[in-house]
């Protein structure tokens, strides 16, 4: 059994079609996943603490009582802490940049940091010994010594670099989704701000109606309301919003909100020249995706297209020359 696993793997045919049965496995899961998911949004939001009163008579009550107090961040799994204390991987994997990379990409709170650390640590072993496993007992694919090093070599540095990627994957496509609907959630915002509301129940509107659009942006929007209610500072709720979103139109909106607490300036204009920009903008990464079109279609119009052309094109004549020979 074990010799025909092994002819199977070093089987070239049997592993492109195996590549194959994945990639259509993957495909089935990624068109079926938007109908088997659930209210997200409702579930997220309701982890998020938006009522400025519930807030405040729950820190009195940890304060007084010194229960444990509901929290939206999850305790991290018991054997992957006592590995990253163990060979304190904080020190000497741990940065700012993945601190913050985690932020944006929605990861908060201990569980997320203990988990990038202990992947940061397993990711690159794990490919290193299934490379070198590979290469040793199952095929080698006819290389010299030097090159099944090289392969192992590169494996491991895939391995440190994937939890990046990852994060990097992330973070792309939760801005992507929050720069669409920035502009329809400024709109929103200002709407609520010339009637009257207070920037607090603004940001709590918002984020319930911007939610249809982006998850993402109404979670961010419902946690700066939370901050808003129970930091000492409101310029830190704003600065934290700027930092967790990443995105320059966020960034000059809390900016403008800033300067609004700070010297009293009249918000509404701001907000609406910012929404105005911010429309400008994706109008301009719209028309721009647009131009690039036609050149993307070169290759594929030359490569699939002509040669199917020139073969309806020639058919006939081909034949008529044949039969008049």
Excluded at 86 to 97: A, F, P, V
Excluded at 184 to 201: K, N, Q
Aim: proline share 4%.
């Amino acid at each position: 059994m074990l010799a025909l696993l092994l002819e199977n793997l070093s089987d070239m045919r049997f592993l492109l079609a195996l590549v194959g049965g994945l990639a259509a496995a993957v495909t089935v899961m990624t068109v079926a996943a938007p109908l088997l998911e659930g209210n997200v949004l409702g579930k997220r939001m309701k982890t998020v603490a938006t009522e400025r009163d519930k807030l405040r008579a729950r820190e009195r009550d940890r304060l007084a009582r010194q229960v444990d107090k509901v929290s939206l961040r999850q305790e991290p799994k018991a054997f992957m802490r006592g590995i990253v204390e163990r060979l304190k991987l904080g020190d000497w994997l741990g940065t700012e940049t993945a601190k913050k990379q985690l932020t944006m990409a929605g990861f908060r709170g201990q569980q997320a940091e203990v988990g990038f650390l202990f992947f940061r640590l397993v990711s690159p072993i794990g490919l290193f010994l299934f490379a070198l496993f590979y290469l040793l007992a199952i095929n080698n694919f006819g290389q010299p010594f030097m090159i099944q090093v090289a392969i192992v070599i590169g494996a491991a540095y895939l391995g440190i670099k994937a939890p990046e990627i990852y994060l990097s994957n992330v973070i792309t496509k939760r801005q992507l989704s929050m720069r669409r609907a920035f502009p329809d959630a400024l709109d929103l915002m200002l709407i609520c701000v010339e009637s009257g509301m207070s920037i607090e129940l603004a940001f709590r509107k918002v984020s319930t109606e911007i939610g249809s659009q982006s998850v993402p942006l109404a979670e961010e929007l419902a946690l700066c309301t939370a901050e808003l209610s129970y930091l000492s500072e409101r310029r830190q709720a704003y600065e934290n919003l700027a930092t967790r979103t990443g995105l320059e139109s966020v960034k000059s909106v809390c900016t403008a909100l800033i300067q609004a607490e700070r010297y009293g300036t009249p918000l509404g204009t701001a907000l609406r020249t910012l929404a105005q920009e911010s429309r400008d903008q994706r109008m301009t990464e719209a028309e721009k995706k647009a131009a690039a079109l036609p050149p993307k279609l070169t290759v594929p119009m030359i490569l699939f297209f002509l040669p199917v052309l020139f073969v309806v094109i020639m058919t006939p004549a081909v034949f008529k020359a044949l039969k008049a020979f």
